[in-house]
T-cell receptor
Framework: DAKTTQPPSMDCAEGRAANLPCNHS???????VYWYRQIHSQGPQYIIH???NNETNEMASLIITEDRKSSTLILPHATLRDTAVYYC??????????????FGSGTQLTVLP | NAGVTQTPKFRVLKTGQSMTLLCAQD?????MYWYRQDPGMGLRLIHY???????AKGEVPDGYNVSRLKKQNFLLGLESAAPSQTSVYFC?????????????????FGPGTRLTVL
């Protein structure tokens, strides 16, 4: 199972881009990279996922390196409401087509006014 | 669309008591999951279900039982609560969808149940 490594904490100024890195050097060829976030005391919220191409949606962009050993989540214009713990997750197969999400410690992003 | 809801939101039990946590989703999702989250830690999978009438063990199943009698509901039971089961319990559901020709799952989480066992 591929493990992920994230910095424990980061700060970002409000209105600036927040770039959250993640290392997953043992990722296998068909494993996806997912990003979730958890705002204090709430359930985790899906942000974005990708396999090998860069992805963008209304919340964020995901940049995956060509060798797929690392990725970066980009919040283009961070707001105070983006303060949360961000989890980078590599999917692990379970029975059938179910996918376990293994949550590590994540990165605590604090957006500063 | 209520999404994923959990009942109750808070509960305090004494050691040895039993209780059932209810998770309900109105998105017609096939897969449902129960996680626990201890203070300062990530989520750990307790049990999961890939369809009505089926359940399977996750990473930390001991002390818990589950049932999926209806597609929209996933119940988590504690037969004899212990202080080590003090935690926040999250339910999630998902439906596989195609992305680039392969299945990719996005899990929708409920708001959590905060359980304290004295």
């Amino acid at each position: 199972d591929a493990k992920t490594t994230q910095p424990p904490s980061m700060d970002c100024a409000e209105g600036r881009a927040a770039n959250l890195p993640c290392n997953h050097s043992t990722i296998s060829g068909n494993e996806y990279v997912y990003w979730y976030r958890q705002i204090h005391s709430q359930g985790p919220q899906y942000i974005i996922h990708g396999l090998k191409n860069n992805e963008t949606n209304e919340m964020a962009s995901l940049i995956i390196t060509e060798d797929r050993k690392s990725s970066t989540l980009i919040l283009p214009h961070a707001t105070l409401r983006d303060t949360a713990v961000y989890y980078c997750i590599v999917r692990i197969p379970l029975s059938g087509s179910a996918r376990q999400l293994t949550f590590g410690s994540g990165t605590q992003l604090t957006v500063l006014p | 669309n209520a999404g994923v809801t959990q009942t109750p939101k808070f509960r305090v039990l004494k050691t040895g008591q039993s209780m059932t946590l209810l998770c309900a989703q109105d998105m017609n999702h096939e897969y449902m999951y129960w996680y626990r989250q201890d203070p300062g830690m990530g989520l750990r999978l307790i049990h999961y279900s890939v369809g009505e009438g089926t359940t399977a063990k996750g990473e930390v199943p001991d002390g818990y039982n589950v049932s999926r009698l209806k597609k929209q509901n996933f119940l988590l039971g504690l037969e004899s609560a212990a202080p080590s089961q003090t935690s926040v319990y999250f339910c999630a559901s998902t439906i596989p969808r195609l992305a680039g020709g392969s299945h990719a799952n996005e899990q929708f989480f409920g708001p959590g149940t905060r359980l304290t066992v004295l």
